[in-house]
């Protein structure tokens, strides 16, 4: 159960500024809802959700957040830009913010020393970092290595006077893995652990009979992390058509709706040992393609110098229904996709709600602008974190939905006749007043002089 959460600011100002601003906030909605232009909407029921987090004062106004699902992202602007949120009886619009969750990642460096480099023949490199200062908070550090196509174990050990040591962690890896011939390298050397303010930091990087890494320096840094959130699609998989001149396997998937935000495939592939290039594009019809990523690459190694894999293929948001993956095989054979899952950035609708009055969320309006809220303003000052959560009815076709007027073609749409015909009078008109005018011209000029 989420705890109690009232509609508040995160400064301390005064519950009456705060009240007076956000009834100033509501009562300046002024947007272009009319029930009658949109296709459908879901219930908001709100009163649950509120009831548990405002038992002690039933008639507080909260702040409430809920997602848009499968129905709203299918049957709604691309953009989301026509939700309202709306009173169910006095069909009032309510200001609501939409946040898109993409996660948010902070690194700020700590300088440091580096001390006594070595290593152990037969088991580990190890080197001591000095960061200069006792209370500095850190949780992360980078190993700056020259050495290529390893995997090895690091321990990460603290200490506030360089004598007496903790381990931080105990669990981390770092490896890199190179094909010279392709020009193709991916990397990890960074060791994450515990915040720590200790001033002293010892790493040991197990190398067991294996030559020792070429250590050049390291970086520590205090790393702040807000994971996104992401909404996963089932996605359905043609059988493969394969290519044997193009020496290529392609596959088309289909989400069967457009209008869902993904930005990453995933791929389930059987197969092992294997590294190949892939091109991604994405439809709306299954005709007509636009290419989402030219080249990546896909790759799963199990051999006693590397263990890792890489089958996800990211790329900017979009919302088509259709991709195309083609795998270039080059003279290797077909691999198999066993199966593919679309994920993208979710969504949220945060608006003050109060308790007893019932809300619905109108979606499906393509001529719809995005709404302009004061409550955009005041959002950075209100308390935020951990809200009552709202759940979606079910889509409803809305009753009150009227086709809009067809436009009125314009004027001369309607009568395509008549500029042609007011042309052809016009003409007429102007030959028979320069035939007047050259009579005319006639009688009063003289006669030209008689050639001798």
Partial sequence: MARKLRLGFKYPVGAALTAALFLFGASLVSSDFSAPAWQFFKSIPVSDVLSETSSETPSETSLVEVAPDFDVYVHAAPDLSDLRV???????????KLIVERGEQRRASVSVTMRDLGHVAGQYTTFVLDLNQQGALHNELEISTSSQNFQRDVVVEGSEDGENWRVLDDKRQIFDFTISERRFTT??????YPSSTARFLRVRIIDGELAPLDVRGAVVFFAQQIQPHQTKYPITISAPVEDATKRTSEFVLDLENSGLP???????????NFYRRVMLEGSHDNQSWSPLRQSENVYK?????????????????????YFRLTIFNEDDAPLSVASVQASGISRKLIFSAEPGVSYRLYYGNADANRPSYEFEHLFPYLVTENLPVANLGIHTANPQF?????????FTERYPWLVPTL??????????????????????????????
Avoid: M
């Fill in 402 to 410: 009227t086709l809009p007027a067809a436009p009125q073609k314009p």
């Fill in 86 to 96: 709306v009173e169910e009886i006095s069909e009032r619009e309510v200001p609501y």
């Fill in 262 to 272: 993904t930005n990453r495939l995933s791929l389930t592939i059987p197969q092992e």
């Fill in 187 to 192: 990397r990890d050397t960074r060791v994450q």
């Fill in 423 to 452: 042309v052809a009078i016009a003409a007429l008109l102007i030959g028979i007043f320069l035939t007047s005018l050259f009579r005319q011209l006639k009688e009063i000029l003289p006669p030209p002089p008689a050639s001798n």
């Fill in 301 to 321: 190694f199990n051999t006693p110098k590397f263990v890792g894999s890489q089958l996800s293929i990211a790329y900017s948001e979009a919302t088509y229904r």
